[in-house]
């Protein structure tokens, strides 16, 4: 039986009615859609921030673990490794750098035949690099970028050396390295040992801060910081603007074993 005309235009109101108030129109549609956008961003933004903070500390407890096997060096040897190896010193030729030294002596290992600067505590999780990153000399060694520099010569140089790679005098064309003695470092809890490479060499330099964006992700590798290793074994996280543009005397002298700030030998 048919329902009567206007119990079935009610009914068909209502039915219309329940159909509009449950649709969304386009403009609700793209609210909805633009907070999910948000919300989506958000979390992703929170994901790499966690990221790069997890990152950062497994940096950390890298040059942690490299402070501890530095003095285990330093207990052995009385001095700091050579920028390279003396050739009467026991170490193959092929590799004889302080990388090599420190692997060998502190860290209890002879995987310097093995390229063990491209693996574990040698390793930042975090350091990308371009193909700009295997040009200078201190690279040619490995022709592979590292991701750690070791405070060579300070703010000095080869003939002025303020840093621990030690020194080097000529005689009769060969080369013979002087290590830098543990009684030479002044103030051991404020100078810098071990650090992040920022030019992807085994030296860790003070540079223009402009001058390190050809070599990866060096300025935004750890959100604008550094993870440094200072000669008494302590990790601090400097700023590279506090790293490498600072000039005053506490900046300075944290590169030199004197502890002074040698503000003669910035580059100008």
């Not at 000095?156 to 009769?172: A, E, I, P, Q």
Request: one cysteine or more; aromatic letters at 10%; glycine letters at 8%.
């Amino acid at each position: 039986m048919k329902p009567a005309p206007l119990i079935w235009l009610t009914q068909r109101r209502a039915i219309n009615v329940n159909a509009r108030t449950f649709a969304f129109s386009l403009t609700e549609l793209l609210v909805a859609i633009a907070i999910i956008a948000i919300l989506v961003a958000l979390l992703l933004a929170a994901v790499f921030q966690a990221k790069g903070r997890a990152q950062r500390i497994q940096c950390a407890n890298n040059l942690h673990q490299l402070g501890v096997a530095m003095h285990v060096f330093l207990a052995d040897n009385h001095g700091y490794p050579l920028l390279f190896a003396n050739r009467n010193d026991g170490y193959p030729d092929h590799n004889r750098s302080w990388m090599a030294q420190l692997e060998t002596v502190g860290l209890n290992s002879s995987n310097h035949n093995t390229n063990h600067y491209q693996k574990g505590v040698w390793l930042c999780p975090s350091a990308q690099w371009n193909t700009r990153s295997t040009n200078g000399w201190l690279q040619e060694m490995t022709k592979s970028p590292h991701s750690y520099g070791y405070n060579i010569y300070g703010l000095g140089d080869k003939t002025d050396n303020l840093g621990l790679g030690g020194r080097v005098s000529f005689n009769f064309g060969f080369h013979t390295w002087t290590p830098t003695g543990v009684s030479e470092v002044l103030a051991p809890s404020e100078m810098m040992m071990i650090g992040d490479g920022f030019d992807a060499s085994i030296a860790l330099s003070r540079h223009n801060l402009a001058e390190l964006a050809i070599y990866g992700n060096t300025l935004t590798r750890h959100q604008g910081k550094a993870n440094v290793v200072f000669c008494d074994g302590h990790v601090e996280s400097p700023t590279l603007k506090w790293l490498f543009e600072d000039t005053s005397d506490d900046a300075l002298g944290r590169w030199n074993r004197d502890h002074q700030p040698h503000r003669e030998l910035l580059r100008q």
